[in-house]
């Protein structure tokens, strides 16, 4: 079959231009990163490009699969040119090309750093190197709230930073804790109930979404459905069609973000887009609901507590007050949404993703379950969970805080990425300052800084939560004085801040800009491991003909080849992961007699043995 000339013309050229395009981007970039006498890697789609980031790992899957000629010969590409090529590469690409190179794209330079003083220098300098615009997702009644989000930067950002990081108290703290003993405890009931459950990423977003509703949000506290269970409430006594629309939406941003909202809901496009489209409009309706009823109740002067949604509404309302004023110290009614946008994308996702992974990495290490059940059983005694004092627990478990730090380190799931902006930038890498190119992406490599041996030691790779505690010289498993007293044994080995030294672990950002949520999602992560390891354990179910540690190895495996970006860092089929759930046989103390005139009224403490 032959094509006619005024088909093939108009071909030609479009393919003409594209590669003119692609040569000449390459061109202007490579000269630009050359300069800098860093090492080069030259790929032929730009990481960053939103329509490249849709198809990157299935075209790359392709290329592997059929081995087809040009790309394979081109090793760099199917190295490093898809989302993710970081957690399976971890610390190797620094070995071999230094601390710090570039990735020369059509599009953009983006500059890999692994040196822990040069990443924190960036973030001590925000005006130098502005945050890299984000993916936004409009959820707002307005089409502008993604620029709007794009832009917070500078004074802007230290406006919103400063109305909802107050949010964020003790108060916020002891209901997060509250709710995630109460919906963990409601977990471990569904899960235990059942012979096997492969359910873990599912029910966590479900457990992570109510904590969120009920502490951050104001909302009332969610009864705990699992995945399977039937829910004979009402909508409004449901969370299930919000928390299932904000998956949605999470799952397949892109197309929100290249298209935009209206132009999803157009018929010819598939039908997975006017599904998209449609759980736009009922996370949009959920917000609204919960903001306006947020000003109603302060209308009225109703009791409300101090959390994020009051915080923004008194900021709308004193937005409202300064009309005709050219200082404005509130939010509009457009940037209350973004920021519910905001905290609903990052405070809900990566919180349920990182528990996911947690629970599925310590279903591979039976010692590790041990150690930590040993810690809250010692610290809680014959107290019940759901009334475990959060001032008084929290602190006193460094094992299940370690437990938290060693599964941000592995996985991380948000990365930071700044920008040089419109003006070079001098950067110091080792001895000597680089003048780094302007419009350059700086992208910290959190997968090779925290892994390299050089800051993690020979065993970086391994989860291995006891790296972060210190314990006391003076404790000895004859010495249960201290076990007894308010002086914890063990400590946990908090890394450097930003503002004293340099650190490796970059787990929440760091710098201005650092997560504000961060005490937030440690708690509620702790929480839950506290209801479910306390009195049950949990194991990957062997195949036919495994035994046990066979089927831990295979999960291990898995967890490590499974790890993807969509968009934040996730195993991709958590659902190949079956896990089996059953109570712990109940533990003797090793000395009752040692102990006993030293236990608290109506608490018992156990020794407790170190396996670092």
């Not at 059942?194 to 951050?216: F, G, P």
């Amino acid at each position: 079959m032959s094509f006619p000339p005024l088909v093939l013309v108009p071909l030609g050229l479009s393919l003409g231009a594209v590669l003119l395009y692609v040569s000449y981007g390459l061109l202007v970039n490579y000269n630009a990163a050359r300069k800098t006498g860093l090492p080069l890697i030259i790929l032929p789609f730009d990481c960053g490009n939103p329509l490249w980031m849709i198809i990157d790992r299935k075209i790359v899957q392709l290329v592997r699969r059929h081995r087809i000629p040009f790309f394979c010969s081109w090793g760099t590409f199917i190295r490093f040119n898809w989302r993710g090529w970081e957690i399976q590469d971890r610390y190797r690409a620094h070995q071999q090309l230094g601390d710090a190179f570039f990735f020369v794209t059509p599009g953009k330079n983006y500059l890999q750093l692994c040196d822990e003083d040069a990443v924190s220098e960036i973030l001590q300098r925000p005006a130098d190197f502005p945050r890299q615009p984000e993916l936004a997702v409009p959820l707002s009644p307005s089409e502008d709230l993604q620029s709007l989000i794009r832009q917070t930067d500078g004074p802007e950002w230290q406006r919103h930073r400063r109305i909802t990081a107050s949010s964020f108290t003790e108060q916020v703290h002891q209901r997060v804790w509250t709710e995630s003993i109460l919906q963990s405890t409601s977990l471990i009931r569904y899960w235990s109930s059942k012979s096997s459950i492969n359910t873990v990423a599912k029910d966590t977003r479900t457990v992570s979404l109510h904590v969120m509703s009920a502490a951050l949000f104001g909302g009332k506290s969610y009864p705990f459905r699992g995945t399977d269970e039937d829910s004979s409430s009402t909508k409004e006594e449901d969370s299930s069609s919000y928390g299932e629309a904000l998956k949605i939406i999470l799952d397949r941003c892109m197309p929100l973000v290249v298209l935009g909202r209206k132009n999803l809901s157009n018929p010819w496009l598939p039908k997975s887009f006017r599904q998209l489209y449609q759980a736009t409009l009922v996370v949009r309706e959920h917000m609204t609901e919960a903001y306006e009823g947020e000003k109603r109740a302060m209308m009225h002067n109703d009791q409300v507590d101090n959390n994020l949604m009051t915080s923004l509404v008194r900021a709308s309302q004193a937005n409202v007050d300064q009309k005709g004023s050219t200082h404005q110290e509130g939010l509009t009614e457009e940037e209350v949404y973004g920021n519910l946008a905001v905290y609903n994308f990052a405070g809900h996702d990566a919180t349920a993703n990182t528990l996911a992974i947690c629970i599925c990495l310590l279903a591979t290490q039976p010692s590790l379950q041990t150690w930590i059940e040993e810690e809250v059983n010692g610290i809680l005694g014959d107290v019940p969970s759901n009334e475990a004092s959060f001032e008084d627990v929290f602190p006193r478990l460094p094992r299940c805080l370690a437990v938290v730090y060693e599964t941000v380190r592995l996985y991380t799931a948000v990365a930071i990425a700044r920008s040089t902006g419109s003006s070079p930038q001098p950067l110091t890498l080792g001895t000597r300052t680089v003048l780094i190119p302007k419009n350059t992406v700086v992208r910290p490599n959190h997968s090779a800084l925290h892994t390299h041996p050089r800051y993690w030691g020979y065993n970086s790779l391994e989860f291995r939560p006891p790296r972060w505690i210190i314990t006391d010289p003076r404790f000895s498993t004859a010495n249960a004085y201290y076990l007894a007293t308010s002086h914890p044994v063990e400590h946990l080995k908090e890394p450097p801040t930003w503002n004293n030294q340099s650190s490796p672990f970059v787990g929440w950002s760091g710098g201005a800009r650092n997560c504000p949520g961060r005490k937030f999602a440690q708690v509620e992560l702790v929480g839950v491991l506290v209801g479910l390891f306390r009195n049950f354990e949990v194991k990957p179910v062997p195949l036919q003909g495994e035994e046990d540690w066979m089927a831990r190895a295979r999960l291990s495996d898995q967890i490590r080849m499974d790890m993807g970006c969509k968009p934040l860092l996730q195993m991709l089929h958590p659902e190949m992961a079956m896990l089996e759930w059953k109570r712990r046989a109940p533990r003797i103390p090793r000395d009752p007699a040692m102990l006993a005139h030293l236990t608290r009224p109506g608490q018992k403490h156990f020794p407790i043995r170190n396996i670092s």
